[in-house]
């Protein structure tokens, strides 16, 4: 049995819906990918700027706050001070820290990188999700199939594509990889 990769790719930074205090109403705010970071005496703060793509009201999305600066490592420290895009896309892909500030998180752009099935082989196919996007499976099959979801589950009621799990591809989010197995001898 051939095998395959996927790779999911963001093309940007998720934007976040929140209310604006400026705006007076839920508003979209993209990162400006920079951090405030305020240090007093030995205690820590660290913020991700948000801007209000209407107005341009900013919101801090608190990242460190009151840490002790020799508990902050520093790469971490040095990465704040010097806006490290890497550092930027860790915390702005942090799903869970930005629901638990109270934003709403669309879901970035994205693309599936890896190579096309090969023909008449039945293909092992792993897709990996390395910023863990939370994606559903059938989004990203027919994204990277470049089908329509009528025929997606089409190709699942025959067994075409199936997960080696067991798992309901209609429903079930691909979380950091997943492998599934595409018959293409029985016609994708």
Request: glycine letters at 6%; hydrophobic letters at 40%.
């Amino acid at each position: 049995m051939e095998q395959a990769t996927w790779r999911v790719r963001s093309i940007g930074l998720p934007t976040l819906n929140r209310y604006c205090k400026k705006c007076k109403q839920v508003a979209e705010f993209e990162c400006s990918e920079m951090f405030r970071v305020n240090a007093q005496r030995k205690m820590l703060d660290v913020w991700l700027i948000y801007k209000c793509i209407e107005c341009g009201c900013t919101w801090n999305a608190p990242i460190l706050s009151r840490v002790r600066v020799s508990a902050a490592q520093d790469d971490d420290l040095a990465g704040y001070t010097e806006n490290s895009p890497d550092l930027v896309a860790n915390h702005a892909f942090d799903f869970q820290l930005l629901k638990r500030l109270g934003a709403e998180v669309n879901l970035p752009p994205y693309v599936i990188d890896g190579e096309a099935l090969p023909p008449g082989e039945n293909v092992l196919l792993l897709i990996e999700n390395p910023l863990n996007l939370p994606l559903r499976i059938e989004s990203v099959i027919r994204k990277g199939l470049g089908c329509s979801k009528r025929h997606f589950l089409n190709l699942v009621e025959r067994k075409v594509v199936s997960c080696r799990d067991g798992i309901d591809l209609t429903k079930a989010k691909v979380g950091a990889s997943i492998e599934l197995v595409v018959l293409r001898q029985q016609g994708l």
